[in-house]
């Protein structure tokens, strides 16, 4: 962010610039696009002014404030400007154009009458051979695979054996 800084109806004190600075170096979080801020800052006898303003990817916003102190006048202006910028991402976000709301509306209709559907990423069709838990462990480590699907060849039950993160193997065996 380009910062500009100017002193009206006098010299302006050092701490006055570096307050100001740092006070809109809040405003970047609410900014995508580089901006560019011009501050002002006046007194006249017991009144102090700030003014600023802001311009960001073709849209100025601009603050003025009076107070009896700078701080209060440059707090205020800040407080204002975020306002603005916090309404203005708003808009942007809420605007959409028609043709994007109507396919919208198409879509949320469709959804609301169909349910939801989970789909299948892949299908694998196994033949299982009938083996032991050691032979299965050996199979595993042979191979790349993180489990093995086999038929238990004293039990004639189907089990399911694979590798954790760990290292160790987890077998989970069925009653059929």
Not at 57 to 79: F, R, T, V
Not at 86 to 106: A, C
Not at 124 to 143: N, R, Y
Request: net charge negative; with cysteine; hydrophobic share 35%.
């Amino acid at each position: 962010m380009k910062i500009s800084v100017t002193f009206r109806n006098g010299e302006g004190e050092n701490w006055q610039k570096v307050y100001a600075e740092e006070r809109i170096q809040r405003l970047k979080k609410y900014l995508d696009a580089p901006a560019e801020a011009h501050i002002v800052v006046s007194m006249e006898k017991f009144r102090h002014f700030a003014e600023i303003n802001l311009s960001s990817s073709g849209w100025n916003i601009n603050a003025k404030e009076e107070a009896k102190d700078m701080h209060l006048a440059i707090d205020s202006c800040i407080e204002k400007i975020e306002r603005q910028l916090k309404k203005q991402r708003e808009k942007i976000r809420e605007h959409k154009p028609r043709s994007i709301r109507r396919s919208n509306e198409k879509l949320d209709q469709e959804e609301a009458e169909e349910p939801t559907v989970t789909k299948i990423a892949e299908a694998h069709k196994v033949i299982l051979k009938p083996m032991s838990f050691d032979e299965a462990i050996m199979e595993i480590e042979g191979t790349k695979d993180r489990f093995i699907l086999y038929r238990d060849s004293s039990s004639e039950n189907v089990s399911l054996v694979y590798r954790r993160d760990d290292g160790n193997y987890v077998l989970i065996e069925t009653n059929s």
